[in-house]
């Protein structure tokens, strides 16, 4: 059954995803039928991770980062079993996350995962559309920040248009 699952999160676009759904459909229902009952009922909101890029949806289906974060708080607060209080217990957790910061490594890609999302959250807020000379100009920062080439109008002066 996790294979088939996979099939569903590797698709490349919904329509990929609604094939391995169907293929997941006939070769588990009988089997695991509240499973796939409620991937079925809940498509809708399940299939909209496909607005993503794949670097975003591979990072909301993939819950390494979280499960091991958890694991290093368990095994922390796991070998103490008292807390002179409540602020004792935040202090040492915190600790634990700054320790976690400093040794996991950084996510791959995360300066385009942020930058989509941003521009997901300037459309989904219909500031593009209110503002579109403001969207231009971040869409184009964050193409510079990327190293990407900007889809939009140039928005840099020209020589003639500095010295007016």
């Known amino acids: ?3 088939s699952l996979q099939e569903i999160y590797q698709a490349n676009d919904q329509e990929q995803a609604q094939k391995a759904l169907a293929r ?11 499973i796939i009952k409620s991937w079925l009922d809940n498509w809708d909101k399940l299939s909209q991770m496909f607005e ?7 990072m909301m289906y993939t819950t390494n980062i979280i499960e091991n974060f958890n694991s290093q708080l368990r095994k922390v607060t796991k070998t103490k079993r008292v807390f002179t209080n409540d602020q004792a217990l935040m202090k040492l957790l915190y600790l634990v996350q700054c320790k976690a910061l400093v040794k996991n490594k950084p996510i791959a890609g995360w300066k385009q995962i942020m930058a989509h999302n941003l521009l997901l959250s300037l459309n989904k807020n219909g500031i593009s559309t209110n503002f579109p000379l403001l969207t231009q100009f971040i869409e184009q920062t964050l193409n510079r ?3 990407r080439p900007s889809s939009g109008s140039n928005m840099r002066m ?5 010295a007016s």
Do not use: G
């Open 158 to 162: 020209s020589k003639s248009d500095k």
């Open 145 to 147: 920040l990327l190293n």
């Open 52 to 58: 993503f890029p794949d670097a975003i949806r591979k």
């Open 1 to 3: 059954m996790v294979i």
């Open 24 to 34: 997941l459909d006939e070769q588990w229902s009988k089997k695991y039928p509240y």
